[in-house]
């Protein structure tokens, strides 16, 4: 494991380990993942909903943490850097922009995180029909 400098490590709780735990025992798995849509009708700002993402991140410290592992214990930090923000994905030029759309969330809900390599979470806005933004 290559050293990481700077950061001040913390224990993970006992439901953190079980998650941990699983996850070592079954790599690659989309058990612990949670997805979620909110849907906006009408004309949006961008550029505001991706300000207004950062600030929400930057807020709430739990979002920053990030997992590794030293001599096989895993232990957590807080990462200040800021995730990007995945870019606006448009689907209104499919024949069926909703049923496409719910598609694809589909498939990203099956895509596994791997616990010790950065963020745990995305923010990926897509447009549907009706010029409906889902965040």
């Known amino acids: ?15 953190q380990k079980q998650i941990w735990n699983n996850e ?8 612990y993942n949670l997805g979620g849509c909110i849907s906006y009708i ?13 600030i929400f991140i930057e807020y709430y410290e739990g979002l920053h943490f990030r997992f590794t592992e030293l001599n ?7 990462d200040i850097n800021t995730p ?5 994905i448009d689907f209104t030029k499919h024949p069926d922009p909703d ?7 589909n498939q990203q809900a099956q895509i596994p995180f791997i616990l010790n390599k950065g ?6 806005p897509n447009i549907g029909s009706g010029k409906s933004l889902r965040v």
Not at 1 to 15: G, I, P, Q
Not at 72 to 78: D, L, N
Not at 84 to 88: A, E, R
């Open 42 to 54: 009408g004309e949006t700002d961008i550029g505001l909903l991706e300000k207004s993402i950062r």
């Open 24 to 31: 070592k025992m079954n790599p690659n798995s989309s058990l």
């Open 1 to 15: 494991m290559a050293r990481v400098e700077n950061k001040k490590w913390y224990h993970l709780t006992h439901s």
């Open 99 to 105: 049923d496409q759309l719910e598609i694809w969330m």
């Open 72 to 78: 096989e214990i895993p232990f957590q930090y807080v």
């Open 119 to 124: 963020c745990l979470f995305e923010f990926i």
């Open 84 to 88: 990007n923000i995945m870019p606006v």
